[in-house]
Structures are given as C-alpha cells and as structure tokens.
C-alpha cells in the first residue's frame, strides 16, 4: 500500500472500533482510535501471517497488550478478511468470539491480554521459542499502552528480552498520554521511556504514531537490529480524528455518544482489504516442539530409603526431557535447592534461568507452550504467590503449564516463615482448570511429575525440602484425583485420618500410636487435591463417621477444604476436624515447626482421641 492508503487504512480502522463499541455499547473506542495507523502500518506492510493457518510455525506473533483495545484488533482481523463485518458488530455479545479482551477462542490470538503488563512477557517467552528452540526467523509485535508501562513486570520482561538479545521481538508503545482516571505519570514525554528502555539495553525508536511513513520507517530499523530487542515509542492522541475525544480526559472506556457524527468526521466507512503477506517459505508447517515419544525412564526408589520428594522432581524431569524433546524447563534462579538443575545440567539447550522474576517465569512458560513446547517452571512454593495474575491469566488462556513449588510448609524448619509455602495449594485451586498434586515421596513424585505432562490447563505439584522416607514400591501408580488408603482395620476403623505430604509421614506414626491405645484408624494419602477423590473418601466417612485433616499449609483453600467441599452436596457428613497452620511460625527446627503447628504425630494422635471421644491409656 502506498503512504495515502495506509492513512485511509488506520481511518477504517478507527472508524470500525467506533462502530463495534457502539454496536456493544461498552468497550474502548478512544485507545483503539490512538493505534490506529501503527495497526494499519503492521498489519499492510510487515505483519507476516496466515490466517487461514494461524498454527503455522513461520507466522509472526501479534500480541494486544493493551487488551482493553480490542476493537483495534479486530478491525484489523476484519481488515485482512479474517472476520467478516457481521461478525465485527457481535463484539461483546453473549457466544461471541470478539470477547471485551482478546482471549485464545479466536486461532489468531495466543494468549488472553487486558491484565496489564502482561503482554511483553508472554510475547518474551514467544520471541525465546523462536529465537533458541525453533530457530525460525518469525518475528512478535507487542502493542503495549503507555499507562501499562508503571508495571513492575513490564520492567522483568524487559531485562528478560535484552538478557536473551531477542531481535525478533519489538515493542509499540502506543503513547497517548491518557489513562483510564487522567494523565500518564509520563505524558507524552517519550524520552523518558527510552532513558529507561535504553538501561535495560534495547534500540529505541521515537516517532509521530499518526505519521504512516515515519512509523513504516520504524518497523523496517526494527527488522534490521540485530542482537536487541527494539521499542518503537510512539507518541499518539487518544480518540484521534474525532474532536470531542481527541486528547481529552473523560472517555476512557465509553463509546462515542454520537457515533454516526464520528463516523461522519472521521470519512465514513472504507472497506479497504490487505492481502497479509504469508510467511517467508522455506519454514515447514511440521508439529512444533518436535514431541517425541520415547519411553520415559522415571528414576527408582527402594522402600525405606530416605529421598526428598524435590530431588525425585529433579531426577524425574530430567527423566522425562530424555524422553521428550517438547519439554522445556525454567526455574527462579533457585535450580540447585529445587532440583530444577538436573534438567539444566542435561539438557541445557532447553533450560531457561529466570532469575528472580517470577512474572516472567510463568509468563514465558505461557509464551514457550503457546508454540508447542510443554514447560515445568519451578520455584519455592512461597515465591509463585507473586505471580499469580499471571497463573490466573493463563488459565483464561487455556495454556497448558506444569508449575512446581518447592520448599513447601513450616516443615522447611529453620529459614521462617518469609521462605515457606502455606498458601500456595489455596492458590492453585482456585485458579479455573487447575490440578493440585501434593506427593508424599519419591516414586510417587516421579510418576505424577510424568502423568502431568499429558493433562490440560494449569498443573501444579507441591514439593518438600527435608528427606522423607519412601512408602511406595517403584511399579506403584498414581492416577489423578485418586488417593492410597496406607492403613485400614476395615469396619473396625474408628476414624480415618487424611493427611498429604509430610503430614503422610506423621500420620503413620500417629496411627502406630494409636493401635497402642486400642483405636484402630484408616490412613489416607490424598496426593491429589483437585480433583479429589471422593470416592474413596466417601468409603471412609461411612466406614467410621469421623474424619481428620493434617495439612502443612493455611487451613483456608487446602486439604481441609478440599475435604469438606466433597461432602458439601447436602447429605449428611462426618464429624470432621481439621489439624492445620494456624500460628505464625518462627525459626525452629522442622521437628520443633511441625509440633507448634499442632500438625504432627502427637497432635494428630491427641486429636483422634478427641474425636472419637474415647481416651484409653495403654
């Protein structure tokens, strides 16, 4: 197209975000209306995609940031025929797919954006695919807000991307000056973002966003930097070519009240197509990630000896990157406690440090799975609660991610309670489509860390520090939303006491003193917090009337209430008690933690007794 197309091109796209936030009435025509011309300039000139194949390994990535502009996007999907203008007017209906935010139910669109901040670092984890795994020469677009640049992970993706001297990725700053509540902290004062981007060692690039030939220019420099990333940082005006919003305060998120008038000024509607141009040949459309199928030789264990249940994780992931070439590891600059380092030391080609920056961790783990590769991403179990907008937006994704927290519970002993994980299964089962394992030793470990690999949606898998002993024979199996019941008298159970990591250990313990006293009880090993097993459960609470949780972590969100959630179908439950960490721990050992928690073997044992209100001395 030449320069007076491609302006009449960003007033169709203004016009047609005008018209679909009308059609809605809601949406965000006025930060549609600011991108515009960087949309058509893209879109006509250096976009390469096929639309009619958006799995295609060659396409370039376009990742809207700026989520809320989403009429901006698809105007443009309308633009390059990938929609059609009925379909443009369902925005924001009920089934439709041109949902107020952009989420994966469109083919084009790899991962749900209006979350702030969070766009550069998927499109990061994208740029990494491309540049270190698949070795093809596509290229991600970030359209990012100004407002959205205050965002602490904008700042993780921006060390990330200059770290991995990723010039396959460029950012567009859509610099209007307006928020949602007034002015920028910035303004339209660009120079003070490339001061920061510069920092952080990328190639800036200032221009006037309603110039078509000075942002072509742009683009083009970008496509020619070689070893860093590059920010086009584009001053604009918010609701551009329609007086009564241009650059004014006031009409963040509203549409245009008189739109017809709007449509009017802004030259009616144009119904200008652009042949996108496909990728560049030569890139096969092969199964990306390059899966493979060998057999995953999972590392063994002899009943009795004393394994932690992260050194299992380590060993296993390694394990099973042997076996599958998909398979992507990162971890939080905390590999060697995590175990996460086994992975790294064999298959370092496939290993991405993440440094402290759990943001980015999971969002690049987003952006990895978006192009096929299965990531596992692992820190301290305390830590990923600082990401979780990011687990929670993943989930609205529909990607597929296998998260491990280590270092969970007070039985961490002596580092405090700044280090342990007591609320991370709460999280986690929280978050839409997720599943929850919590193992309890090595080869149970082992088999969950490789079932993982083969579910959908958010995988997270719970992980302890010290060695425990190892109950379960390597041939054993583990299926999702099953459990192990460890001891049973049968009818004679008096109570049934479930327990999941180390409160597994302590609750065998606690059931050896208890036969001593003449109360028989049932040990139950929930490895799977989500789903539940609750036929087994079930079994238990009819059997013996009285169940007993013992979890590491919150009473809110955990076993406990995983528990009782099963029997919240208004039949009548068992008496049910519920042993969890209700203090504030302090430095101490893990013996000393599990005992103040009130969640080991004595508790337990003093709390068996209490609820089958019966006390017998031996």
């Known amino acids: ?52 194949h958006p799995e295609h390994p060659g396409n370039d990535r376009f990742v809207l940031s700026k989520g809320h502009a989403s009429p901006l996007l698809y105007a443009m999907y309308k633009a390059a025929g990938a929609i059609g203008d009925d379909e443009l007017l369902t925005f924001r209906e009920l089934g439709s797919r ?33 540049k270190r795994l698949d ?15 205050a965002e602490g992970s904008v700042w993780e993706a921006a060390e990330a991307a200059s770290y991995h001297q990723l010039d396959n990725l460029t950012l567009i700053v859509d610099v209007n000056r307006l928020g949602q509540r007034g002015p920028t902290r910035e303004g339209h004062d660009l120079d003070a973002y490339a001061r920061r981007l510069h920092a952080f060692g990328w190639h800036t690039i200032e221009v006037d966003g309603h110039d078509v030939e000075d942002v072509d220019r742009a683009f083009a420099e970008a496509r020619s930097t070689i070893r860093q990333p590059t920010a086009i940082l584009a001053r604009t005006l918010k609701g551009k070519g329609v007086k009564a919003v241009e650059d004014q305060e006031g009409f963040h998120g509203k549409p245009i009240k008189d739109a017809e008038a709007a449509i009017a000024e802004l030259g009616g509607p144009r119904h200008l197509h652009v042949e996108v141009r496909r990728p560049e040949q030569g890139v096969s459309q092969s ?38 070439a998909d398979v992507v ?21 496939r290993y991405f440090e993440s440094f402290i920056a759990e943001q980015q961790m999971v969002a690049s783990a987003v952006g990895l799975q978006s192009r096929g590769y299965l990531p596992y991403a692992c820190s301290f179990a305390a830590f990923l609660t600082r990401a979780h907008d990011f687990l929670r937006m993943a989930a609205v994704s529909q990607a597929g991610i296998n998260m491990v927290g280590s270092h969970a519970g007070v039985a961490i002993g002596p580092d405090g309670p700044s280090q342990m994980g007591l609320e991370d299964l709460a999280m986690f089962r929280s978050i839409h489509g997720s599943t929850v394992l919590y193992p309890s030793d090595a080869n149970q470990t082992a088999k969950l860390i490789a079932t993982m690999a083969d579910l959908d949606g958010i995988r997270y898998l719970r992980t302890s520090r010290g060695d425990t002993p190892v109950i379960y024979g390597p041939d054993e199996t583990f299926p ?17 006491i479930v327990a ?20 028989p009880v049932r040990v139950i090993d929930l490895y799977s917090l989500k789903p539940v097993d609750k036929d087994t459960l079930d079994d238990a609470a009819a059997a013996t009337g009285c169940l007993l949780t013992v979890e590491d972590h919150h009473p809110e969100g955990g076993l406990g209430d995983a528990v009782a959630e099963a029997f919240a179908d208004g039949r009548p439950a068992p ?19 599990l005992h103040a928690a009130g969640i080991d073997a004595e508790a337990i044992t003093a709390a068996v007794k209490l609820l089958v209100e019966r006390v017998v001395t031996p």
């Not at 999702?480 to 049934?496: E, I, N």
Request: glycine share 12%; proline share 5%.
């Open 135 to 149: 070795e093809i020469p596509f290229r991600v677009y970030v359209l990012s807000g100004d407002s959205e640049m």
């Open 480 to 496: 999702v939303g099953g459990s192990k019941v460890l001891r049973t008298h049968g009818d004679d159970d008096r109570a049934a």
């Open 329 to 349: 590891a990162l971890d939080g600059e905390v590999g060697d406690s995590t175990r996460t380092e086994f992975f790294a030391k064999a298959h370092p080609d």
């Open 287 to 324: 199964t990306l990630g390059g899966k493979s199928g060998g057999e995953v030789e999972l590392p063994r264990y002899d009943i009795g000896d004393e394994v932690a249940t992260r050194t299992a994780y380590g060993h296993a992931l390694e394990a099973l990157g042997t076996a599958r």
């Open 575 to 593: 008496r049910l008690t519920r042993l969890a960490v209700r203090n504030l721990p302090a430095s101490a050992s893990p013996e000393e933690q």
């Open 98 to 130: 041109l949902e107020g935010h952009p989420t994966p139910r469109l083919p084009w669109v790899d991962s749900a954006t209006g979350s702030l901040g969070q766009g550069l670092p998927v499109g990061v984890g994208i740029a990494m695919a491309g």
């Open 1 to 52: 197209m030449h320069y007076e197309e491609l302006a009449e091109l960003g007033q169709q796209l203004r016009v047609d975000a005008v018209r679909a936030a009308d059609a809605a009435g809601s949406g965000h025509p006025t930060s549609s209306m600011s991108a515009a011309d960087l949309g058509a300039v893209l879109l006509a000139h250096h976009l390469r995609f096929d639309f009619d």
């Open 500 to 519: 999941a990591g180390v409160t597994v250990h302590e609750a065998l313990k606690a059931a050896d003193t208890l036969e001593e006293y003449g109360i």
